[in-house]
């Protein structure tokens, strides 16, 4: 079983946009992480989502819409990406709106950790797990990280404590 998570932006009713992308293996313990580069730039988005997005920048993630680099995954690859991962394994993530969005790409068993009791993510790393590893690519390093909440979301099931 693989535990998945994203960070990104959601404007209104548009796609859910993913910059970034962590899944563990829990099996194993191996980890797979990649960046987004997406297929448009920041000004060509109309001003009210290009506010939603230096906002989401600034407030969740620390993550720049605009960064690209070849090492990083061309979004329209991510499908392909996550499924030569997880085969047909189930896949747990966190949140209603992630797994909404993971259905869409995937027909795999996928469970919501919220559903067994997970707490959130601020209290899985400022209490339980205060020593968790957070990567070094965002811009603001208190914020968001999918490789550090896979390890966080990891670490619960382990210990199983809320
Ligand atoms: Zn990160």
Known sequence: MFIL????????????????IAILNKATGQLYHHFINLPIPSKWLNENFRRQVQWNTQNLHGLDWDSFN?????????????QEIVQNNTVFVKGFNKKVWLCNLINNHIVDMDSLGCPNFKKLKTVLFPNSL??????????????ENVFLLNNWFVNKID
């Open 70 to 82: 070849f090492s990083f995954l061309p979004l329209e690859n991510i499908t392909n990406f996550i």
């Open 5 to 20: 998570d994203v960070q990104g932006l959601q404007f209104k009713d548009s796609d859910f946009v993913c910059k970034e």
């Open 134 to 147: 957070h990567c070094n690519t965002h811009s603001i390093n208190n914020l968001f990280c999918t490789r």
